[in-house]
Nanobody, 122 residues
């Protein structure tokens, strides 16, 4: 089974930055879409950003201009650079992979990491 492992979460002050990493157990070129989701307590899991094999990215409106998703196929890794973080963005952040041509819904992703906690607080 494909495994995805996230890292880089932690405590950051409002306005601060974090860089999340996700390493896959196989070549991420196998996955047409790589994405980052987040789930805050009591809320639905929401799509934060995606990147396809060609490097085309998409972002949730709330993070545009602040977050950057990238992928390194040689290292089997995906990254999420998060800048100017808000307390409302405290959540568990999940890495996900999809073999589909497009993946906007949670059930369109085939593999998931265990999540990494991001806490934005003073």
């Amino acid at each position: 089974q494909v495994q995805l492992v996230e890292s880089g979460g932690g405590l950051v002050q409002p306005g601060g930055s974090l860089r999340l990493s996700c390493v896959a157990s196989e070549n991420i070129f196998n996955f047409n879409i790589m994405g980052w989701y987040r789930q805050a307590p009591g809320k639905q899991r929401e799509l934060v950003a995606t990147i396809n094999v060609g490097g085309v990215t998409n972002y949730a409106d709330s993070v545009k201009g602040r977050f950057t998703i990238s992928r390194d196929n040689a290292k089997n890794m995906v990254y999420l650079q998060m800048n100017n973080l808000n307390p409302e963005e405290t959540a568990v952040y999940y890495c996900a992979a999809s073999t589909k041509a497009i993946a906007k819904k949670r059930n369109e992703y085939d593999f998931w990491g265990q999540g990494t906690q991001v806490t934005v607080s003073s």
